[in-house]
């Protein structure tokens, strides 16, 4: 039997953080290694172009979500692991499916009408102020991305489960006029791992300019975990272990006993600079083998680099034929069959 495919994309357009670590890059590690599916991994840089017109940007944030991933072991022997722009059929496969795509249903894709409600809130007198195509469109692409590979399984963040129903329906109105090409796919959420807080309590995320670096250096680890906000009381008086963002990231990385041992000095009135202290060299500890890796792998791009490219010859060992597939399929062929 074929194995399931499990795919899902990381735009580079910022420096990994915690929140993202514990959410979704840790358990990705965990599924590449395992051999009953398959893992596919890629860096969506087409997808960074839509909302990040700084090259620099791209390319730095592209070196280190990559070195990321390798410094924290994921298994590019068994998972696939390439950038989004050296498979050449996606971009292609985006125009085939484009064509197969509703209008109507990308006017109702969230991003897009978040724009259209920025612009009236704004009393702006062009309702598609700010929207390219690029940004309209951006539901394909990401459509092309997950079918390319015919993918089961996509995990994602709550915020991407629309547009794993986009792919759904755009698969299936092609599947109903050309055949039957595409496995449906699915989004998974998983409710299991936490969602952090950042440095001011709210969800930590880049938009709201609040995350801790997962491989800060040592001094700025420190100097951000210092800034982590918390109520105003004194060591001494019992503290709730819910709702604190110190606790939270404490029980990320920390065992149950560990954990344990924290929620009893919350009662006995740890003092936060104290409860800071430890989280500081808890989570420094924790990190500092893969940090050291990845600061290696930084000095080294070369080597990044050939990661990818071995990532690239797998993926279109199976992107190649398939898009021949697909061309045929809707009659794009050689004259002579
Ligand atoms: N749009 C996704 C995000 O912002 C990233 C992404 C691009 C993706 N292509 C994908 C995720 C395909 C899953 C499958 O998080």
Known sequence: MKKEIILTGITPTGTPHLGNYVGAIRPAIAASRQTENEAFYFLADYHAIISCHDPKRIQQSSKEIAATWLALGLD?????????????????????????????????AHSYKAA???NDTNQSNDPDKGV??????????????????NAAKIPVGKDQIQHIEMARDIAGRFNHHYGNHF??????????????????????????????????PEKALRKLIMKIKTNSLEPGE???????????????????????????????????????????DYLNQHLAPFRNRYTELMETPD??????????????????PFLQALRKAVGITPICG
């Open 76 to 108: 590019t022997e068994n998972a696939f692991f390439y950038r989004q722009s050296d498979i050449p059929e996606i971009m292609e496969l985006t125009w085939i499916l484009t064509c197969m795509t509703a209008k109507g249903l990308m006017n109702r």
């Open 238 to 280: 019992p503290k709730d272990t819910k709702g604190c963002t110190l606790f939270e990231i404490f029980q990320a990385f920390a065992s149950n006993d560990e954990v344990s041992d924290i929620k009893a000095r919350y009662e006995n009135g740890i003092g936060w600079g104290d409860m800071k202290g430890l989280l500081f």
């Open 303 to 320: 080597y990044i680099e050939s990661v990818l490219q071995k990532g690239r010859i797998k993926a279109r060992e199976r992107s190649v």
């Open 116 to 118: 259209l409600a920025d």
């Open 183 to 216: 496995i449906l796919p699915e989004a998974v959420i998983n409710d299991n791992v936490a969602v952090l807080s950042g440095l001011d309590g709210r969800k930590m995320s880049k938009s709201y300019n609040n995350t801790i670096p997962l491989f800060a």
């Open 132 to 149: 390219t195509m690029g940004l309209f469109s951006y539901p394909i692409l990401m459509a092309a991305d997950i079918l390319m590979f």
